[in-house]
């Protein structure tokens, strides 16, 4: 399968995933929000260019912002997260260079603690941007502390789950044609 097939399936996948379950679960919904969707972003290739993983992580977030019914939020976040995700990247793969002999992030491309500093890192960075935008209308720090660290908790936790139930399987590049 082309890489454009495999991420269009991806992308509306994680759109319906977020849109049809994970909005709807209501015991958590008060105060704890799970979400997945924004893996879409950290899945996609390596050597996709930083202004079009830009505009990809705004026009993914713009998207569910559209059946959430959400004024801009997760775009920005996603924009946000995408623009800073080559930095991340570029900072904790050695200057090996795994991001030229594989296609994507994952544990076997960059190894456990990089990718799981990859993700909590940007799974962080998200989740604090998207409820500080939601926060400064609240008002209460306390508040806007717990829900930063419990959907944080909550989304590294389906991160996992979806990590270990839809192993990614990379191939090594080497030079040769």
């Known amino acids: ?66 059946f959430v019914k959400t004024p801009g939020l997760h775009a920005a976040a996603c924009a946000l997260i995408a623009y800073v995700r080559p930095f991340l990247v570029s900072i904790l793969i050695s200057q090996e260079g795994a991001d030229q002999n594989y296609k994507s992030p994952s544990v076997t491309s960059m190894g456990w603690a990089p990718y799981a500093t990859y993700v909590v890192v940007l799974t962080l960075l998200h989740n604090t941007y998207l409820v500080f935008l939601e926060w400064m209308e609240m008002g209460s720090f306390l508040f806007f502390l717990g829900k930063v660290l419990g959907t944080t908790g909550v989304s590294l936790l389906l991160i996992l789950l979806t990590e270990l139930l839809f192993y990614r399987k990379q191939s090594f590049k080497t030079n040769t044609a």
Do not use: E
């Open 1 to 66: 399968m082309s890489d454009l097939v495999k991420n269009t399936v991806r992308f509306l996948l994680f759109i319906l995933v977020q849109v049809l379950v994970l909005v709807k679960v209501k015991p958590l919904h008060q105060f704890v929000v799970p979400y997945l969707y924004f893996l879409y972003i950290l899945w996609l290739p390596f050597n996709t260019p930083r202004l079009a993983l830009t505009f990809i992580g705004f026009l993914f977030g713009f998207s569910l912002d559209y």
